[in-house]
C-alpha cells in the first residue's frame, strides 16, 4: 500500500510540483492550501507524513503543527519554509515537528528526508510493540492498554480487535472482512457481533462514545479506525 502524505502548501506552482513528483515516487498525496484546511483534513484522515509550509494563511504551520500534537497525531512531521533563521526551526521542533527543510529545495533531499522520516517512524513503532493515539496508549508486548493515566481493561476478543484496527488504520473495512479475520468465522459469531465489540472498545477509549474520534463508522459498509 502507498504511504500516505498530506501537504499543505499555498503556493499553486510548488504545490503542483511537490505532488507531481511525489506521486511519481509511489506516494498517495493528499494538499491543502490553507491552515485550518489542512487541520480539518489532518483530523479526519490518516496520514503516514504531514508537509506543513510554515507561512499560510490563516493558521501558520507552527500552530497546525502544535494543535495536531494537541490532538494526538503522531505522524511525522516535515516542516517546509522560506525563513532560514534557527530560533524558527528550534520553535517548530520543540512544536512537534520532526525535521525541517528550507526552501528552495533541492527535491532529492526532500525524498531523502521523508524517506528517512517514514523508516525511523516505522522502526520506532516496531522495536517498541507502542502505539498511541490521544491519551490512550496500546503496548503489544505487555498486552496493556492505558488512556491517560489509568488502566483500560479490555477483554481478549477487544485486545484482538484494537490490534486489527491498528494494524489497519486509514482502510475502510466491511464488517464481513472483520468477522473472518478476528473471528475466523465461528458459528456462534454474525456481524452483529463486530458492532457489539465496536461499541464496547468505543465506551472504553473514546471521550464521547457516541461521537466516536477513532473508530469510526463507515455507513453500509463497517469501520474504519483513523489515527
Known sequence: MSRKILLVEDEPGLRMTLVDRLQKEGYAVETAATGEEGYQRGMEESFDLLMLDVMLPGRNGLDLCRDLRHQGIAAPILM??????????????????????????????LLARIEALLRRAYIGVAATGVHQFGTVKVDFRKAEVTRGQEKVDLAAKEFQLLRYFLEHRGEALARDQILKDVWGYHAATSTRTVDVH??????????????????????GLGYKFQS
Open 80 to 109: 517546509l519554509t522560506a525563513r532560514d533563521q534557527t530560533v524558527d526551526k528550534v520553535l517548530g521542533l520543540k512544536l512537534g515537528a520532526d525535521d525541517y527543510l528550507t526552501k528552495p529545495f533541492e527535491m532529492l533531499e
Open 198 to 219: 465496536v461499541a464496547w472498545l468505543r465506551q472504553k477509549l473514546e471521550d464521547e462514545p457516541r461521537q466516536p474520534h477513532w473508530i469510526l463508522t463507515i455507513h
